[in-house]
């Protein structure tokens, strides 16, 4: 059941079921045999069923394998982790991982951190794809070294050998055993990131990626893809992926002209109204962990509010079962967006 913040709003189906789907991506939903995304090291455990502690690395030993999977898995259900943690197979003479670390689909070199006291990533690479017309960033941490000549604007063939695995990272200590890959499958909030960052952090806070700050890259979750990928009968499209994600809330911004739009017009949905009168601004889908999976305009007799930033509706079921990032908050009987929403909205939308 969605509960409504503010009372009703005009009811037009975000994703598939819209009847206005002409925008909707099926007719790409066939161009990926031979498979989109590999996996990203040997470790092919993933695919074989009841093998899931062969393939994640959970936090500690006592923990089960889905702290290292994606999603609220941490304290308690209460810390979000926005990628998968792929456990090492080898290592060399003083235990340290040796697993060669490689792309997980076509792509293009956009960034290398081989600083990794300035990351909890540790050592990182991060790689642009572009699947059915998406761009997709790929995130490859606690690397122990970056292959030696790979450079920023190169391109990678999937499955090629970028890094070796490591345990590098400024924030935690990972011990031997649990060496692993931390992956992630992004897509990217905003090209001004640097900037907003500059502008709405607290002084002391350092930014030092750029726009590959991990903020400004919102994860999909990689072990789903890459299962309903490996489905032989699946049919995989990544863009029905995105259309099919849960929704956790729904926010409605006055901003017609932002990266995102720009970026990912294939999670654009039609309005026919907006169309006829004019875009005044955009309601837009959210996944609990700040996904936008689908962007409807809305024309200015739809818009009852004149904030820039409304949270029109939440999904009290999904927001029980995935609360981690606390991008909403019930005040009373109300539901507001919490700080991280808007934060996240705010960012999605600027300048
Ligand atoms: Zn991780």
Redesign the pocket.
Known sequence: MILRAVPCFIGIALGLASPDSSAQPDAHANTNAGGLFRLPTGNTSLYERGEETKFFAPTAPDKPWTS?SFGCVRNDGWRL?E???ILHQQTDRHGEPTDPVMATADGTVVYINTRPSLSNYGNYIVVRHVIEGVEVYSVY?HLSAVREGLRVGQTVKAGETIATMGRTSNAEVILKERA?L?FELNLLNNDDFAMWFKKNSPPGEHNDHGEWNGQNLIGMDPREVLLQEHNPNGNFSLTNFLHRQTELCRVLVRATNFPFLKRYPMLLIRNPVAEKEGVAGYEIALTYNGLPFALMPRAESEIKSTARIQLLSVNEPEEKANPCRKLVIKRGSRWELANEGQRLVELLIYP
Request: charged share 10%; aromatic share 0%.
């Open positions: 290292g982790h990628g998968i943690d941490a692993h931390h």
